[in-house]
């Protein structure tokens, strides 16, 4: 039978019904004699401590632990909370030939969430494209394909506004909720790596800020092929995954053969 943690309640009156064992004849009832105060505040005291050991009863499984224990059980088996992240991208300026973009350039969306330029750029045959990243991390941060960006401070020669290219600007996420991380903590306590075993890939995949659902498909390209799919679920409506995503997160198989003990075949997302 589980341990059930007593009432505040119980509590007092357990240590008023020992009291009076311990001095017959007395009345530890009595509103707000002494021995009613010291009961209820050794009572009180008792009561926060069952509620301390409740809550690290908690802290010590996993999958009922919180933020702080939980990140310390995933650190124990090298499994990390991924991290929030910015959105990046190109944009496309336009404006007079050899007009220059200085790098660290601000652009503002329509909402007020601002970007800088990664790169210095200059206007040739009139347009120059540009990096930029998001200022803020976060999934708010990933901007669609022709949205347009201002200029904060305006530049000689170079037109207000910028416009996002074909790729869009993608790959920022929020950083792992609790749930997620305990998810994938439980899987790799539950599937010991092997180097390139199916599981492998989906949990790798699954490592990557945004991802949110993971499918593998050995062989899928050929002999010797890897094809893994994912969705984005917390970051599109649609949970479906961009070119430019897919692109951002091709990640060859080689590329696990350090961290874990090697594999063979090539990966493609």
Known sequence: MAFQRPTLQTLVARVLADIEAQLPGTDARLRHSLL?????????????????????????????????YLDRWASVWNVTRKVATAAQGNVTFSGTDASVIPLGTTLQRGDGWQYTTDAEGTIVAGVAVVAITSVTVGDDSNASAASTLSLVTPITGVDNTATVDGSALTGGAEIETDEALRARLLARIQQTPHGGASFDYINWALEVPGVTRAWVYPGEDGLGTVKVRFMMDDTYADGIPLAADVRLYRRPATCHRRRHGGCTGRGTA
């Not at 505040?41 to 919180?66: F, M, N, R, V």
């Open 36 to 68: 009613d105060i010291l009961a209820r505040a050794q009572a009180a005291t008792a009561h926060g401590l069952h509620g301390h050991i409740d809550y690290l009863a908690k802290q010590i499984i996993i999958d009922t632990a919180e933020s702080e």
